[in-house]
């Protein structure tokens, strides 16, 4: 059968056959291994690798896995560190001594969660992710990402938080696009004058880290504001009826997280995948336990915890470290149910585990379908 024809101006830009990307996913490399990555390319969309939290030589390894399995452009996403605390220590360890110094409550509180699940103290090993500069000219963890990212094969670089300004200047050099991911108009224009190539406007539905406004609403007046530079939408898209209206609202194609974490070739636990085609809407929520921004995922038990504890979870970075070794500390006994689950509000309607190819296509096939429908159902003129 011939393969079916879905083209917008993001095609050409980015050398890819249909506008459909699989959304950078941090999460240690676990929602977006190299598999799902090709997968995505290789079906003719652009699969984004999510950087986050992986260290640089561990970077490189999957990138150069990514290009065992294909020669199709992939794209490479981070967090940058732009909105830490400014006065925050430069490193895991440190914050930790603060930690224990300024915040003994919040301390003795996960402690205590450790205690009633018996989880043993584990921390997590790495120093990445916290400091923004450098000091004495070495470089920052983020530094060394950014430089692993630009000396492999790799043809996009996602910045999902922070200021990516000095980032790009690297990546022209290279003929690289950047993309840059905002949740409201102003973060928009910021990006702009950074100089990314491509806006990606996630809404309020979407998995991960999120703002607060939803895609009806964000995503034409991100269009406007950032015109000529084209928009793609994140958040909630999980069949063709969602990128068509994607397409309405005046993106040139759709960035998807969630529904490309129930593919086969995704590496997140068994229980999260459960969560996801069993849950209802509602029961993946926002909250600022892991990581002390806003983020959209299963509304577990910890979390309710949190919740009923009333304690007010701490700023960035600080609650991210705390909270990032007590999911070290559940990983170790097994209990990935305590963990972290980030997903977005679109879990409601995914109901089949598949391969990320059929995932894929069926996104194609539906979002062709829709806008036939769209022709012989509306009539307007
Ligand atoms: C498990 C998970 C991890 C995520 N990690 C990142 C990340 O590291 N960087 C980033 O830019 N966005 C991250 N996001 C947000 C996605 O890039 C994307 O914008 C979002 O998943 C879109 O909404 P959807 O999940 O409804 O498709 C993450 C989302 C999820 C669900």
Same mark, same amino acid.
């Given at each position: 059968?011939?393969?079916?024809?879905? /083209?917008?101006?993001?095609?050409?830009?980015?050398?890819?056959?249909?506008?459909?990307?699989?959304?950078?996913?941090?999460?240690?490399?676990?929602?977006?291994?190299?598999?799902?990555?090709?997968? =995505?390319?290789?079906?003719?969309?652009?699969?984004?690798?999510?950087?986050?939290? @992986?260290?640089?030589? /561990?970077?490189?390894?999957?990138?150069?896995?990514?290009?065992?399995?294909?020669? /199709?452009?992939?794209g490479?996403?981070?967090?940058?560190?732009?909105?830490?605390?400014?006065?925050?220590?430069?490193?895991?360890?440190?914050?930790?001594?603060?930690?224990?110094?300024?915040?003994?409550?919040?301390?003795?509180? =996960?402690?205590?969660l450790?205690?009633k699940?018996?989880?043993?103290?584990?921390?997590?090993?790495?120093?990445?992710?916290?400091?923004?500069?450098?000091?004495?000219?070495? #470089?920052?963890?983020?530094?060394?990402?950014?430089?692993?990212?630009?000396?492999?094969?790799?043809?996009?670089?996602?910045?999902?938080?922070?200021?990516?300004?000095?980032?790009?200047? #690297?990546?022209?050099?290279?003929?690289?696009?950047? @993309?840059?991911?905002?949740?409201?108009?102003?973060?928009?224009?910021?990006?702009?004058?950074?100089?990314?190539?491509?806006?990606?406007?996630?809404?309020?539905?979407?998995?991960?880290?999120?703002?607060?406004?939803?895609?009806?609403?964000?995503?034409?007046?991100?269009?406007?504001?950032?015109?000529?530079?084209?928009v793609?939408?994140?958040?909630? @898209?999980?069949d063709?009826?969602?990128?068509?209206?994607?397409?309405?609202?005046?993106?040139?194609?759709?960035?998807?997280?969630?529904?490309?974490?129930?593919?086969?070739?995704?590496?997140?636990?068994?229980?999260? #995948?459960?969560?996801?085609?069993?849950?209802?809407?509602?029961?993946?929520?926002?909250?600022?336990?892991?990581?002390? #921004?806003?983020?959209?995922?299963?509304?577990?038990?910890?979390?309710?915890?949190?919740?009923?504890?009333? @304690?007010?979870?701490?700023?960035?970075?600080?609650? /991210?470290?705390?909270?990032?070794?007590?999911?070290?500390?559940?990983?170790?006994?097994?209990?990935?149910?305590?963990?972290?689950?980030?997903?977005?509000?679109?879990?409601?309607?995914?109901?089949?585990?598949?391969?990320a190819?059929?995932?894929?296509?069926?996104?194609?096939?539906?979002?062709?379908?829709?806008l036939?429908?769209?022709k012989?159902?509306?009539?307007?003129?």
């Amino acid at each position: 059968m011939a393969r079916p024809i879905l /083209k917008t101006a993001l095609c050409e830009r980015l050398g890819i056959e249909y506008p459909i990307l699989l959304a950078g996913m941090g999460s240690s490399g676990f929602a977006t291994p190299p598999a799902l990555v090709a997968a =995505v390319s290789e079906a003719g969309g652009m699969g984004v690798l999510g950087g986050a939290g @992986i260290p640089a030589e /561990k970077l490189r390894q999957d990138i150069r896995a990514v290009r065992k399995l294909t020669r /199709k452009p992939i794209g490479v996403d981070l967090l940058l560190p732009a909105r830490l605390a400014e006065d925050a220590p430069p490193t895991r360890s440190a914050v930790r001594e603060e930690l224990k110094r300024k915040f003994p409550r919040h301390v003795a509180f =996960v402690a205590e969660l450790k205690r009633k699940y018996g989880l043993p103290d584990v921390v997590v090993e790495n120093e990445l992710v916290v400091a923004a500069h450098a000091e004495g000219g070495n #470089k920052t963890p983020h530094e060394e990402q950014v430089d692993v990212i630009m000396a492999e094969d790799v043809q996009v670089f996602a910045a999902g938080l922070g200021d990516p300004s000095w980032v790009v200047p #690297k990546a022209r050099r290279r003929g690289m696009q950047v @993309i840059g991911l905002v949740g409201n108009v102003r973060h928009a224009q910021r990006q702009v004058a950074a100089g990314v190539d491509i806006v990606v406007a996630q809404g309020y539905e979407g998995g991960g880290h999120t703002g607060k406004i939803a895609n009806f609403p964000l995503l034409p007046q991100v269009v406007d504001a950032v015109s000529p530079v084209p928009v793609v939408a994140a958040g909630g @898209i999980g069949d063709g009826r969602g990128v068509a209206a994607a397409l309405s609202l005046g993106a040139v194609g759709a960035w998807i997280g969630t529904a490309f974490l129930v593919a086969d070739e995704c590496a997140i636990p068994e229980i999260s #995948k459960e969560r996801i085609v069993n849950g209802r809407s509602e029961d993946f929520d926002i909250c600022r336990v892991f990581s002390g #921004k806003t983020m959209r995922g299963y509304r577990s038990e910890i979390v309710r915890a949190w919740e009923e504890a009333d @304690i007010e979870p701490l700023p960035m970075p600080y609650q /991210k470290i705390l909270m990032d070794d007590f999911c070290e500390s559940a990983a170790a006994a097994g209990r990935w149910d305590l963990r972290s689950n980030p997903a977005g509000q679109i879990a409601g309607m995914l109901k089949r585990r598949q391969p990320a190819k059929e995932i894929f296509e069926q996104l194609v096939a539906s979002t062709v379908a829709t806008l036939e429908r769209l022709k012989t159902t509306v009539t307007s003129g």
